[in-house]
């Protein structure tokens, strides 16, 4: 079973910056969409940043211009880097990686916690 973990959650303050990892624990970003999706506390799951496997990348509206999603399929890890955090954004953000394809692979990270607070 592929595995995806997250890391490089944590504590900031407004304005502050974070770079999450996520990195799979076998070759598979070569033939994957990756997305970041984001959980506030008592809120749905929903898309933050998705790159797709030709590099393509969207974002939702909250996120544009100060996120920036990146990939490196030679060593299975993408990246979500966040500057200009505010308290909206603090969230458990998760890693998918989706092949795209019917009967494909469809993988979730466990998620890693971001908290934006002064």
């Known amino acids: 079973q592929v595995q995806l973990m997250e890391s490089g959650g944590g504590l900031v303050r407004p304005g502050g910056s974070l770079r999450l990892s996520c990195a799979a624990s076998?070759?598979?970003?070569?033939?994957?969409?990756i997305s970041w999706f984001r959980q506030p506390p008592g809120k749905q799951r929903d898309l933050v940043a998705a790159i797709s496997k030709n590099g393509r990348t969207t974002y939702v509206d909250a996120v544009k211009g100060r996120f920036t999603i990146s990939r490196d399929n030679a060593n299975n890890t993408a990246y979500l880097q966040m500057n200009s955090l505010n308290p909206e954004d603090t969230a458990v953000y998760y890693c998918n990686a989706d092949q795209g394809i019917v009967g494909g692979f469809d993988y979730w990270g466990q998620g890693t916690l971001v908290t934006v607070s002064a």
């Open positions: 076998e070759s598979i970003f070569s033939d994957s969409a």
